[in-house]
């Protein structure tokens, strides 16, 4: 195993480090010349922009830094972050000094101190964000990443003291997991007031709002997965939420499917959407949320409505092809696996979906990465290395439970009750790529079955060791625990496992989960969680010109080969098929006792169909969730907040007939990277008084238009502008760019819009050379193509559009392209590359502005400053 130590880090990797992980000074009045401080460049309440500096002047509380890219920033010390920690082996000897601090003895203390010291060296294990960022920095930060609380009591306090307990956890740093199903369903009666229930849908509502408000205050962004049972009459409700702006924003949302469920879709049965009788007189005592335990009380339930099974389920696969949500945790078959199945059931999970946990149940996360364990000699797995740093890393999860603050003592019970953990890993692609092994292909599915059976193996026998030394987890009974479906499969592969642990006990009920390590794989510089790489190659304009560069290991193997293409097993997330994801997912969730968070890509053409058939294979491959992601996806359905039978007039036509406009141009914005800077330079005023002239000012849409339409590549994917003619004019504009539902689409069609209504609006001037004139040449964060060819924004498309349009005439029978299709210029680091095939996964991020939030590992991460939104 070759080990090069990185002392280091660099751009985006030394930021991320710096703002999330690092130890930070309170008192930055101590700044002074020579300090590596983070400087805020943008002073955005609810994302703030920083950039790495060095102080290089002070005047009073002023001081000048200097960015790493060579800009001298003014700023006041109190805007300044000032970190004591500069390098990660700083961070590494806190982080070892602080979990081994727990052991027994000052000898124990010394020694897992440097056992512990070991496997973080040089990133051998990285910890979760929340250690990283806590353990021995503050008393009062959460160790845990992921939380689950109880179902809300179904009451206005119930509901109130939910969100209370979900906004204290999100403060504090923790994602939160909430199962809605334990709310009576929407118009049921609600006796205590005499009125009817808005329905569970609506109090999800309430908690995304709420998540939302505590994103916009501190560091921390809140993170929440909302979940609803198979059962709830509430659930085709639930699934569709979405399509309808504005009433749940700042959530993840997954489905809790039975194998019940299952079953009557493959036969095609009905299913009967049922809820407790509220009339029961112990409902308010009782009632948690869970159905079986109801039932097998002897307790009634009610039936609301018989729908046909398929029909929910088509809807949810419908919803997740247009849109990547909901997800579908398959709880039924995930609590048959799980090892407190006979103790303490899984009723949600975290909101990237990897950890499932029961009421007031949490996890702590690590992640072993991977590529660090290439035994270049041997051309194989450095398998001795791995086996010493799997089993530390358990012990050191381990610990984190007995050093981490509990801020609920229900935390405290349920956690030290079962100690779960979750280890998981990074870089599997970059390992695979270094073996030659494509991932996907049938060789992989047999490596991942050995890679991660091994870990598991160890991870096992070390929690058994631990066991022995310091006592099983509470609730352990050798007997039930062993008989668990995860259990039966480790025993039958690894029988030493199964004698261990009737021997000696297990220390933690659950041991392994698959998280996605946006943040701390971006930071890190490796592939992120399981995932394949996004792309390999990018793009990159700079003052040195523009050059094609690679992800590092691909940039390696280039240079080595400078006239030769990658070989096969060089593959990026866009080049599996959905089923080889799905697949490889399935190999690894064979040895994760907890779950994974992975995105099945998808093509743009993956049909409906193709989606059920997908979701089918995972739940019959024994998958414990899936969520997929097809690129460029948008929906055919129109996003609305108005009546049903005014969709349609909404859609044929950008600009309502019913108001009126005055256009004053104004300056072109500088960017591409907010299109509601346009607004300025179409400054549309509506005015109550211009109806009085409406009728002379303001050209009625016939019922036919005829024109063109136009396919550009712009830096956030193709576009396809249709321009539409009367009396021989230019009269209204269409813009489709990106998904329904992205703020690239939304601005899109409101630029449409805005630059319709000019058109349409009097009769002064050469209107569409005034409007040309206003958006050519508006710039962004990235342009396309060369010369002549060159679109600089969405803006610039429409301008050249516009132009092209001149030429024009109804009798012509060809496709007008106005550009080629070339691949995106845009700046981004290499770990989440940016190729043509990849720009429609594009959209704003809403920390950096840049068009570079991607889907990727169950979540949307920014390639360009690392900002997670589950993070």
Known sequence: MKTVQQTKLEGLSEKIFLDRYAMKDADTSKTKVGDTVLVLTKDDPKFPAKEVGEVIERQGNTVQVRTRSGEVVESSVEKLTLTREKTPQEMWDRLAAAMASVEATPEKQQEWTEKFRYVLDDWKLVPGGRIAAGAGASDELTLFNCYVIPSPHDSRGGIMATLSEMTEIMARGGGVGINLSSLRPRRSIVRGVNGSSSGAVSWGGLFSYATGLIEQGGSRRGALMLMINDWHPDVVDFITVKQTMGQITNANL????????????????????????????????????????????????????????????????????????????????????????????????????????????????????????????????????????????????????????????????????????????????????????????????EFLDKLYGFMAKEAYLASADIAEEKGSFQH????????????????????????????????????????????????????????????????????????????????????????????????????????????????????????????????????????????????????KGVTIYRDGSRDVQVLSTEKKEDKAEAVSAPAADTAAAEVAPAAAPASDASLNSLSKTLAVNIDAKTEKVFDKEYKRRPQVLRGATYKFNTPFGMAYITINDMNGSPSEIFLNVGKAGSDVFAMSEALGRVCSLFLRYGDHGNKVDLLVKHLKGIGGSGAIGFGANRVESIADAVAKALESHGEFTDSADELITATQEIDVIHETPAQYAVTRNAATSLDLCPSCGSASLINSEGCKNCSNCGYSRCS
Request: glycine share 6%.
């Open 476 to 623: 352990f009974e050798a007997e039930p625990f062993l008989q668990s479906g995860f259990m039966k499969n480790m025993v039958a592969t690894f029988p030493e496992v199964g004698a261990a642990i009737k021997k000696k006990g297990m220390r933690n009920v659950t041991v392994i989960t698959q998280a996605p390590t946006g943040s701390t794989g971006t930071m890190v510089g490796t592939s992120t969680g399981i995932e394949p790489y996004f792309a390999f190659e990018y793009y990159r304009q700079s003052r040195l010109g523009f050059d094609k560069q690679y992800v590092p290991i691909a940039q390696e193997w280039k240079d080595a080969h400078p006239n030769e293409d990658l070989p096969a097993h060089f593959v990026t997330a866009m080049d599996l098929s959905a089923e080889d994801h799905i697949r490889a997912q399935a190999a690894i969730q064979k040895w994760v006792d907890s779950s994974i968070s992975k995105t099945a890509n998808c093509p743009a053409d993956f049909t409906v169909e193709e989606t059920k058939r997908l979701y089918e294979l995972a739940f019959d491959l024994g998958c």
């Open 254 to 445: 997954s489905v809790c499917v039975s194998n019940g469920f299952m079953k009557a879709v493959k036969e095609d049965l009905d299913w009967e959407l049922v809820y407790p009788d509220t009339a029961d007189p112990e409902y308010d005592d009782v009632w948690d949320g869970d159905l079986e335990k109801w039932k097998k009380a002897g307790r009634n339930v009610i039936p609301y409505r018989t729908v046909r099974a398929r029909d929910v389920w088509h809807t949810i696969i419908e919803s997740a092809w247009k849109s990547a949500e909901p997800g579908v945790v398959f709880m039924e078959y995930y609590n048959q696996m799980s090892n407190s199945w006979y103790f303490n059931p899984i009723i949600c999970t975290n909101p990237c979906g990897e950890q499932g946990l029961p009421a007031w149940g949490v996890c702590n996360l690590s992640a072993i990465n991977l590529s660090k364990f290439y035994d270049e000699e041997k051309h194989d797995v450095a398998w001795d290395e791995l086996a010493k740093t799997v089993q530390y890393s358990t012990r050191f999860l381990d610990n984190v439970i007995d050093k981490t603050p509990y801020h609920f003592e229900e935390n405290r019970i349920n956690q030290q009750g079962e100690r779960r953990v979750g280890l998981g890993s990074m870089g599997l692609a970059e390992l695979m790529i270094k073996l030659e092994i494509r991932y996907g292909s049938p060789e992989s599915l």
